[in-house]
């Protein structure tokens, strides 16, 4: 089965840290993704890779940024943290062009 | 831009009832379709997928949905829910060729004893 593991269950952070998230997938997959849900909005995309350091904008990707230094770990940045980025964060990964994507059990993160 | 529409926030529904879910898509090219069902505090767990052959297509806990390309719909539908199917669904697309993952908001299903 695959495995998309996301680093922390639940992080509360304060206004203005740095903030990571990690996310590790154990079947090779090519893509990887960030979304942000948030009630009545659904899953809205962040970002998302297609190889190693290769990564694309989602639909909003202001106040974030991410890194893939390796196919099975693709990293979230906060780069100074806000209150409206408390959330749940929810990794995903999926193969290159076909298939159903495989979700992390996501990280609810609380920014005071 | 693709979209997915699911219009029903909240279904309330009696156990052992039947239930239809429904989703529509905004797409005039071959699609991907998803259904995934989300516990409280959990992550997105596959129930069934379309990618090509039969419209209809069946989960092993007794749901099913049927890819409609006229009518660009993929509802879910149970014909008989239990306590333990509440939950949230999120229906998404992906556009054949594409890499990206298009969700709807979700419907909040609560089934009541």
């Known amino acids: 089965d695959v495995k998309v593991t996301q680093s922390s269950r639940y992080l509360v952070k304060r206004t203005g840290e740095k903030v990571f998230l990690e996310c590790v997938q154990d079947m090779d997959h090519e893509n990887m993704f960030w979304y942000r849900q948030d009630p009545g909005l659904g899953l809205r995309l962040i970002y998302f890779?297609?190889?190693?350091?290769?990564?694309e904008k989602g639909d909003i990707p202001e106040g974030y940024s991410v890194s893939r230094e390796k196919k099975e770990r693709f990293s979230l940045i906060l780069e100074s943290a806000s209150t409206n980025q408390t959330s749940m964060y929810l990794c995903a990964s999926s193969l290159i062009l076909q298939g159903e994507a495989f979700f992390g059990q996501g990280t609810r993160l609380t920014v005071v | 831009a693709q979209s997915v529409t699911q219009l029903d926030s909240q279904v309330p529904v009696f156990e052992e009832a039947p239930v239809e879910l429904r989703c529509n898509y905004s797409s005039s090219v071959s699609v991907y379709l998803f259904w995934y069902v989300q516990y409280p505090n959990q992550g997105l767990q596959l129930l069934l997928k379309y990618l090509s052959g039969s419209t209809l297509v069946e989960s092993i806990n007794g749901f099913e949905a049927e890819f409609n390309k006229s009518q660009t719909s993929f509802h879910l539908r149970k014909p008989s829910v239990h306590i333990s199917d509440t939950a949230e669904y999120f229906c998404?697309?992906?556009?054949?060729?594409?890499?990206?993952?298009?969700f709807g908001t979700g419907t909040r299903l609560k089934v009541l004893a």
């Open positions: 890779s297609y190889d190693v350091k290769m990564k």
């Open positions: 998404a697309v992906r556009v054949s060729g594409t890499y990206k993952y298009i």
